[in-house]
Nanobody
Framework: QRQLVEFGGGLVQPGGSLRLSCAAS????????IAWFRQAPGKERQGVSC????????NYADSVKGRFTVSRDNAKKTLYLQMNNLKPEDTAVYYC????????????????????WGQGTQVTVSS
């Protein structure tokens, strides 16, 4: 069964770091475009980052550029979001999302582009 399972959320102080992981079991990672989204209470879901199947294309929301890094290990079928210098405004539920594609450079940050979603993991940045 195709599913995405996220790990790594938690409580961190401002300026701290967290790494989120997303296990993409039952997928062929070589054809999987992925993205990370987040949703804070009372706000719309926001695209945070995306990465193409071949790993050659990555994009970030302006609010996280220079602080967050997306990566993937296709052999392990695992996706990562390294989050550094976290701020209180980064507090949200974070979701990984995926779509199967033959376009090796596909990298989108629109939620409607992704049919597969993880369950979400809470990230709270607070002192």
């Amino acid at each position: 069964q195709r599913q995405l399972v996220e790990f790594g959320g938690g409580l961190v102080q401002p300026g701290g770091s967290l790494r989120l992981s997303c296990a993409a079991s039952a997928f062929n990672s070589d054809y999987l475009a992925i993205a990370w989204f987040r949703q804070a209470p009372g706000k719309e879901r926001q695209g945070v980052s995306c990465m193409s199947p071949n790993g050659g294309v990555a994009n970030y929301a302006d609010s996280v550029k220079g602080r967050f890094t997306v990566s993937r290990d296709n052999a392990k079928k695992t996706l990562y979001l390294q989050m550094n210098n976290l701020k209180p405004e980064d507090t949200a539920v974070y979701y990984c999302a995926a779509t199967v594609t033959t376009v090796q450079t596909l990298c989108l940050m629109t939620s409607l582009s992704y049919p597969y979603w993880g369950q979400g993991t809470q990230v709270t940045v607070s002192s």
